[in-house]
């Protein structure tokens, strides 16, 4: 029921629509993006098939409340970061194959809540509450990265307990080619609007 009600007050927070602009007039920083859609991929070059609905959101969001980082404000909206971004999944690379650079991997954002929302085309949608970086930020307003894509693994064992608890968020990477297109460009900042 705790989580409904999250889920419900992080839905109005997103508002009835979303106009993405470029205006510095929020000093939290914290952004609704959108960074995945419901629909069947096909031609994923690590699985066959991805189905993304609305039911698969809803698990992603109940396992992000789960996380122990996860922390609720006072109008239930996620209040601490807990899902990085990174350039092009670099954080979803192996520790032993080498590939990670000697500085490490540090975040380029962070999102702090997801909400699914429906879309004017009657769609399930995934948006995540993020804190834009000042790397990040200056990249997206010059117009350097436009897309994301999003690491979900379909079964997570829990650390703790050692039980699948199914579908759940590890990472969302910017990059210009993101596999499912179509979504809202990202921006730094935005407008409500409606």
């Known amino acids: 029921m705790a989580g409904k009600r999250r889920r419900d007050r992080a839905l109005r927070a997103i508002g009835a629509g ?31 098939k991805i189905e993304w609905g609305h039911e698969v959101f ?4 109940d396992n992000l409340y789960k996380h122990p980082s996860y922390k609720a404000g006072a109008d239930g909206v996620g209040c601490a970061r807990v899902i990085p971004w990174d350039y092009e999944h670099a954080n979803e690379m192996r ?25 004017p085309d009657g ?3 995934l948006w ?9 930020r200056e990249q ?10 999003v690491c ?19 990472s969302i990477a910017l990059t210009n080619q993101p596999f499912i297109q ?3 460009p990202l921006a730094a900042t935005m407008e409500q609007y409606g």
Not at 128 to 136: F, I, N, Q
């Open 18 to 48: 979303i106009h993405l602009t470029f205006v510095d007039s929020d000093p939290e920083g914290l952004k609704w993006v959108e960074v995945c859609r419901e629909g069947v991929y096909l031609g994923h070059p690590k699985f066959a």
């Open 58 to 61: 809803q698990k992603i969001v």
């Open 95 to 119: 520790a032993m194959a080498g590939d990670i650079p000697s500085e490490g991997l540090p975040a380029a954002s962070w999102t702090y809540d997801l909400a699914v929302r429906v879309g």
């Open 123 to 125: 769609e399930s949608q």
């Open 128 to 136: 995540a509450l993020t804190e834009w970086l000042p790397r990040a």
């Open 140 to 149: 997206i307003q010059a117009g350097e990265y436009q897309g994301c894509s």
């Open 152 to 170: 979900v693994l379909p079964k997570f064992i829990d650390p703790v307990s050692g039980e699948d608890q199914g579908p759940t968020m590890t």
């Open 182 to 184: 179509g979504m809202e």
